[in-house]
């Protein structure tokens, strides 16, 4: 029998933040492609009756105001809201159900249709994290979760080019921070460190999955990523728990670090690189405080779905949803990829 090499055959490698495996099988990329591609995504014009520009009239009746930074208004079609009845206590085991109370924002990043994060200049993306500190403070005295979250492109049902993110917040912690706050709860029990601070150390000695990193952050592709080109963003110094316990080297720091993993991001495939992606920090809720969630630590993530070109995606279907992840390119190789893009964006080379 040969020896193992990770960039030959299969195995399976395990998420500790999710308590979950995922099936990585580097073989795979030989085999030829004839399946489905999707039309070149042409790049969405902004509508000039775009409801997110300054000044337009959102289908609410409301009317924007003539902003030039950012700017933050309820969701008009809000998937929770503040003041609605509770469902009665559930009757049997096997049929639970729990109030969810909440709010829903949109934010928008900048003025001008057109833009995007790997186009806008650090003081922007800046002035981004700072609303979003603004945001999860006021939300978040009230709400046990508040989830940031872009969807950038149409191929990720973004029904706006605008720049913008939303922010939902909720009475409860829903399944995605529940299982990364027993799992890093566990791991901070049994080690007296946050898992994500070990992880951080390790990934920089290994810099194998590293894509970019600055004095205060890393981008990297996780050992355990699910989509092809997947990143998590970690802080090197200090031990942030969430967006809100950030200083003002830190604050820049992300911000000029978003830039470059996006112009590498929209570099790889000469387009802009569509994505979900959000942080994720402590919970919050009136009963929080800063510090009080040591086993935390705060981290951005990029889902992208493209797999090959700016129109083959992967699909998460299948094995995937009957079974585990399953990914072909490994962890190592695509943040390989990423690193040997331009750091200049292409929209920007002479
Ligand atoms: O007039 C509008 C247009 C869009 N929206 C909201 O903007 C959000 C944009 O969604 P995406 O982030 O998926 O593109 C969406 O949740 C939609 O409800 C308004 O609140 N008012």
Redesign the pocket.
């Known amino acids: 029998m040969q020896e193992f090499k990770s960039t030959e055959h299969q195995h399976v490698r395990y998420n500790p933040l999710k308590d979950e495996w995922v099936l990585v099988s580097p073989h795979r990329c030989l085999r030829p492609w004839s399946g489905q591609t999707e039309a070149e995504p042409e790049e969405q014009p902004p509508d000039p009756k775009n409801?997110?520009l300054p000044g337009?009239t959102?289908?609410?009746g409301?009317r924007n105001p003539q902003y030039t930074s950012t700017y933050v208004?309820?969701?008009?079609?809000?998937?929770l809201l503040e003041r609605v009845p509770e469902p009665p206590p559930s009757e049997h085991p096997l049929f639970r159900s729990s109030a969810a109370k909440g709010t829903?924002r949109?934010m928008c990043f900048h003025p001008d249709s057109t833009m995007t994060i790997p186009l806008m200049t650090v003081d922007e993306i800046l002035a981004v994290i700072n609303e979003w500190i603004n945001q999860l403070t006021e939300l978040g005295r009230k709400y046990t979760w508040v989830q940031i979250?872009?969807?950038k492109g149409a191929i990720?049902?973004?029904?706006?080019p605008h720049p913008?993110?939303?922010i939902w917040a909720s009475s409860y912690l829903p399944n995605e921070p529940r299982v990364k706050e027993r799992c890093q709860k566990e791991y901070y029990i049994k080690f007296k460190r946050p898992m994500l601070f070990d992880y951080v150390q390790q990934e920089l000695i290994n810099k194998d999955r590293i894509v970019i990193q600055n004095t205060e952050w890393v981008a990297l592709v996780p050992y355990w990523a699910v989509w092809p080109y997947e990143t998590m963003v970690l802080p090197i110094n200090g031990k942030p728990q969430r967006l809100t316990d950030l200083n003002d080297n830190q604050k820049r720091g992300l911000a000029e670090i978003m830039k470059q993993l996006n112009i590498k991001y929209d570099n790889l495939f000469k387009c802009s690189f569509p994505y979900s992606m959000g942080f994720h920090g402590a919970p919050t809720g009136p009963s929080k405080t800063a510090g009080d969630s040591p086993h935390w630590l705060l981290h951005a993530i990029y889902l992208p779905p493209l797999l090959r070109s700016a129109t083959v995606k992967k699909f998460m279907v299948g094995y995937e949803m009957l079974a585990q992840s399953q990914r072909d390119l490994t962890p190592e190789q695509a943040a390989q990829k990423l690193r040997e893009c331009d750091d200049v964006h292409y929209k920007n080379r002479k």
Do not use: I, K, W, Y
């Open positions: 409801p997110l337009a959102r289908s609410s409301q208004f309820p969701n008009d079609f809000p998937a829903c949109v979250f872009e969807n990720m049902g973004c029904s706006n913008h993110c939303q």
